[in-house]
């Protein structure tokens, strides 16, 4: 039972590159989640899915898209990478979402030059 | 909306020393819930507790206890007597409003030896 993985672990990317971060999970969990991580700031919810084919916008969205093709995994995309999405991305997931706990991957550290 | 609001930003402690971490949440809902997270130096999120609002009692795991109060809309984790290995930074998040997860800022532990 590996949980939550996330690949890569590491990337760097050039402005205008586009890359995929991949997220799976093992438990089972309908609900599934991407963060970022910035100094000072937290976590901020990027995107998240309620269960396969279902996606939905948090709090900071521009810049990303996501898929649920299949319920164990949840991807996250950079189309045109920036330098201001340069962070540390964290994916969860949850078995709902009401009042259960969220488990998270080991995150992704993301520099874009 | 809901807030999580953790105010200190960085703690420092002597090893063996108690020490108090603090979580002022806001929320119109009746129902929701509290939790805690660690994220040690390797970086991993780590979930601690996980409290909902019609349990306000006191918790103790080990060297770790929580004081949940209504009252002040506060959810507080204390560590006694720390250790270095307490050291990282430590979420306190609320799920309430049928809406993800929301975190605080986090307060960064450091642990002098």
């Known amino acids: 039972n590996a949980g939550v993985t996330q690949t890569p672990k590491f990337r760097v990317l050039k402005t205008g590159q586009s890359m995929t971060l991949l997220c799976a999970q093992d438990?089972?969990?309908?609900?599934m989640y991407w963060y970022r991580q910035d100094p000072g700031m937290g976590l901020r919810l990027i995107h998240y899915?309620?269960?396969?084919?279902?996606?939905a916008k948090g709090e900071v969205p521009d810049g990303y898209n996501v898929s649920r093709l299949k319920k164990q995994n949840f991807l996250l995309g950079l189309e045109s990478a920036a330098p201001s999405q340069t962070s540390v991305y964290f994916c969860?997931?949850?078995?709902?979402?009401?009042?259960?706990?969220?488990?998270f991957g080991p995150g992704t550290r993301l520099l874009v030059l | 909306a809901q807030k999580v609001t953790q105010a200190q930003t960085e703690i420092s402690v002597v090893e063996k020393e108690d020490v108090t971490l603090d979580c002022v949440y806001e929320?119109?809902?009746?129902?929701?819930?509290l939790f805690w997270y660690k994220q040690p130096p390797s970086g991993e999120l780590v979930f601690l507790i996980r409290?909902?609002?019609?349990?306000?009692q006191n918790e103790i795991s080990g060297r770790y206890s929580w004081n949940f109060q209504k009252s002040t809309s506060s959810f507080n984790f204390t560590i006694t007597a720390s250790q270095v290995v307490d050291s990282a930074v430590y979420f306190c998040?609320?799920?309430?409003?049928?809406?993800?997860?929301?975190f605080g800022k986090g307060t960064r532990l450091s642990v002098i030896a």
């Open positions: 998040a609320l799920y309430s409003g049928n809406t993800p997860l929301v």
């Open positions: 969860a997931s949850s078995p709902t979402v009401v009042g259960e706990t969220q488990y």
């Open positions: 438990m089972n969990h309908e609900y």
């Open positions: 409290r909902n609002s019609f349990d306000e």
């Open positions: 929320t119109r809902d009746t129902t929701y819930y």
């Open positions: 899915s309620v269960g396969e084919g279902t996606t």
